[in-house]
């Protein structure tokens, strides 16, 4: 009875896990039995990872991530990218970055799991690769997985991602290599970026709220009217995991269906924080004018769908950010 734990665990590679998302994911599997590989240009920012291993790595790099692919596993999770808030994705001024920099890591690190015969490898999409066509009402965004196409994302970072689902859909169909892809939808909570530049509108709302006494004034992009909804990390990493215990392939929308205007995302986290604030509305990149995950074929085909209600999530992600906006300000 010589075998070590490691090879009784089922084994996972979690691809970005110095992120948001995938230091939560590490977290998770970690509880469900797995012995877990962290891979990411970074470790977790605020706090010590749970991965049994951990590699500070470039995933653009051939070599190097074959090396992390010298042993077979039995999950993959591909979570890394080059991406940010609308800040980052929707100036312009990192296109280039980011479609190559994203296309790169995909393209290693899928060769690399069909080569080494990994049990199964999950993508982490977006909503970002739906039409702009379909996103121009605020109040009725057409967001079901089939409408997108014909393509018509309104960034580079959603061209990417669709080039990217296109990429895993034909190594399935050539390789037969089990691949799941989910459309990720605004994710959000505690340990995630809150400022820099490159935060979501929650965490970038709760930090504004946080840093101003009551009675002051926040400045928003926009008018405030657009439209979109938010998924608490816990519900996310929900959905994650029930679609790889699935036979369904995807791509599967991961979201709220729940939609709130920014000014309403607004109010809710000053409620929250107890604290009245006035508004200016500046320009900035918005994205588009209206966005809300639709569930339909995640409820057919898993039999679940996000419950959670946004009010809830935000309640744990402003505590978090409001002690990391104090901490820095000592």
Avoid at 83 to 96: K, L, P, Q, S
């Amino acid at each position: 009875m010589s075998r070590t734990i490691k090879n009784i665990k089922k084994t996972a590679l979690v691809c970005g896990a110095g992120g948001f998302i995938g230091s939560h994911l590490v977290k998770k599997l970690k509880k469900e039995g797995f012995w877990v590989l962290g891979v990411d240009l970074k470790k977790p920012e605020y706090g010590r990872s749970e991965a049994d291993k951990f590699i500070v790595g470039d995933l653009r790099d051939q070599m190097f991530v074959k090396k992390v692919f010298n042993q077979r596993f039995d999950e993959v999770y591909q979570l890394a990218a080059d991406m940010g808030g609308a800040g980052y994705i929707f100036t312009g001024d990192n296109d280039a970055n980011i479609m190559h920099n994203s296309s790169l890591i995909n393209l290693n690190v899928l060769q690399n799991a069909q080569e080494s015969k990994a049990g199964k490898i999950f993508y982490s999409s977006s909503a970002c690769i739906y039409p702009a066509y379909n996103q121009l009402d605020p109040k009725n965004p057409k967001l079901f997985e089939e409408s997108a196409y014909p393509a018509a994302p309104d960034s580079e970072y959603g061209w990417e991602k669709i080039f990217s689902e296109r990429l895993y859909l034909a190594y399935h169909k050539n390789f037969g290599l089990k691949v799941r892809i989910a459309r990720f939808h605004n994710i959000f909570g505690p340990e995630g970026t809150w400022t820099g530049g490159k935060e979501k509108a929650p965490a970038a709302m709760c930090r504004k709220v946080a840093q101003v006494k009551d009675g002051g004034i926040i400045e928003m992009w926009g008018d405030g009217k657009q439209t979109r909804s938010f998924l608490y990390i816990d519900e996310c990493l929900e959905g994650v995991r029930r679609l790889m215990n699935s036979n369904f392939t995807g791509p599967v929308n991961i979201g709220s269906e729940e939609m709130v205007s920014i000014n309403q995302l607004a109010e809710m986290v000053m409620e929250i924080a107890g604290k009245k604030l006035k508004i200016k509305h500046i320009s900035g990149p918005q994205g588009v004018r209206g966005r809300k995950s639709d569930n339909r074929l995640i409820k057919k085909k898993l039999g679940w769908k996000p419950t959670s209600s946004l009010r809830d999530g935000l309640e744990k992600t402003y505590v978090w950010i409001n002690e990391q906006v104090h901490k820095t300000s000592k």
